[in-house]
């Protein structure tokens, strides 16, 4: 057939040769069994196992701030279970009771008990009606801090705050970006 059209047409140019290929090529990846199916965003690891993170319950900077803290520490618990990288390690495993986030955590503890990674944070209410939340997120078999960062917000932007913890929590642990704030699946 190409050659019938090559002759009932004149001269094969260059240019008309390149364009001939290019629709062969076209038509032929079209109807390719590959086009079919959609490419996936992620590589598939087969038998992966979510890491162990400990997440004690945030610290209160006053009594008055122990249940956002508790809150808190809940709602990144959450985000990251359901991220499916992580798996948050059962309080009652704990050894180490954390008491003050500003020290270094008693590593050799928290490796007992298998967790790879630790959040620890802190709760205090301001003077003037706003809330700082604090957190740490230490490698625990390195003994090294991973990312640390404070919040200042009103109290009614709890939520927000800790998905946006969760989402720079993920991405250190991942180097993908988090989107817990958003609803979407990260």
């Known amino acids: 057939m190409f050659e019938k059209r090559v002759a009932s047409s004149g001269k094969l140019t260059r240019r008309r040769a390149v364009c001939i290929g290019a629709a062969a090529g076209v038509a032929v990846f079209a ?5 079919a199916e959609p490419i996936p965003q992620h590589p598939v690891i087969e038998n992966f196992q979510p890491g162990r993170i400990a997440l004690p319950d945030f610290l ?3 009594p008055a701030d122990a249940e956002p803290a508790r809150a808190i520490s809940q709602i990144i618990a959450a985000d990251l279970k359901r991220s499916g990288v992580v798996v948050p390690i059962d309080h009652a495993m704990f050894i180490e009771k954390i008491v003050n986030i500003d020290a270094s955590p008693q590593f050799a503890d928290w490796r007992a008990i298998k967790a790879e990674e630790l959040v620890t944070g802190r709760v205090t209410s301001q003077a003037d009606a706003r809330i700082k939340v604090e957190f740490r997120l230490w490698d625990v078999f390195r003994g090294a801090q991973l990312a640390g960062q404070q919040y200042l917000s009103t109290p009614d932007d709890l ?11 993920y991405e ?6 988090g989107n817990f704030g958003s609803g979407a699946p990260p």
Do not use: E, Y
């Open 159 to 169: 939520r927000r705050m800790a998905h946006m913890i969760s989402d720079v929590i």
């Open 60 to 62: 209160a900077g006053s």
């Open 31 to 35: 109807k390719s069994p590959a086009c």
């Open 172 to 177: 250190r642990l991942t180097g993908r970006k």
